[in-house]
């Protein structure tokens, strides 16, 4: 079964939208969801409330950050507290739906395959996109794959880090991710064990409410580049301690 992860920061207006749809999607399909985390990220709305409303109609865990800590971190918890190793990330507007799962094969499900999704296969559709999105995202892109390469010496096969359908398995993870707000899909592949990631096209739609600072964007990237000195250094530390071993063996 999968637990379902939604970080949600006042979301009061967007959120019970995506709860009503994860609740149709419970309903036609009993006996996949175990449960649906709801981080608050110290919302200063309704957030909870609205959340709240749900309690008695979905399999709800309620969880509360008291200040904003950033999108990563309500995420980060929302890993270290579900009930079971299969974890759906979600945003709470809904721009990528849980019935998503009803294109992957259970086959994949079985043997625990890595899902991410992407907004740029063939078989995606994107709608809502403004061009100044548009013009940030392929930069993103372009700098996360040249941090990947920095730290890994090779590009990721993974297509998009930004799309927040990811199906993850905490098992998969060999250490705790460090990211507190904008990098963490960086840091989430990173963390992976080495192994397969399949990119799922998915329907994609910008949701009204967000919006993208100037600010943001340097602090994107300043966090990304972090996250990238943190697995070097991970990196060189793992290998040390391989060597030793190796030479325990002989």
């Keep these: 079964m999968i637990s379902i992860v939604v970080p949600a920061y006042n979301e009061a207006w967007r959120i019970p939208a995506t709860l009503s749809e994860i609740e149709c999607f419970i309903r036609k399909y009993p006996g996949i969801i175990a449960e649906v985390i709801v981080v608050d990220d110290g919302s200063k709305d309704a ?37 079971t190793d299969a974890i759906l990330l979600l945003d709470a507007d809904g721009s990528a739906s849980v019935f998503e799962l009803e294109k992957i094969a259970p086959s994949l499900l079985d043997i625990k395959t890595v899902i991410w999704g992407t907004r740029f296969s063939k078989l995606s559709t994107v709608e809502g996109k403004s061009l100044m999105r548009s013009v940030i995202s392929q930069g993103y892109r372009m700098y996360v794959s040249i941090c990947y390469w920095l730290a890994r010496g090779k590009f990721s096969r993974i297509q998009d880090f930004q799309c927040p359908f990811k199906l993850i398995y ?12 904008f990098s963490g899909d960086l840091d989430l592949a990173f963390a ?59």
């Design 47 to 83: 957030t909870v409330e609205r959340v709240m409303y749900f309690s008695q109609r979905l399999p709800l865990r309620m969880e509360r950050l008291m200040q904003n800590e950033g999108k990563w971190s309500a995420i980060r918890h929302g890993i270290s507290v579900a009930r």
């Design 170 to 181: 905490r098992s998969d993870l060999e250490r705790e991710l460090v990211a507190e707000r």
């Design 192 to 250: 992976r064990r080495k192994g397969a990631v399949i990119n799922h096209p998915v329907n994609f739609v910008h949701k009204a409410g967000g919006s993208i600072k100037l600010g943001t964007v340097w602090s994107m990237a300043v966090e990304t580049m972090r996250v990238v000195r943190f697995q070097r250094k991970f990196d060189r530390v793992k290998s040390t301690l391989s060597d030793v071993d190796t030479v325990e063996q002989q």
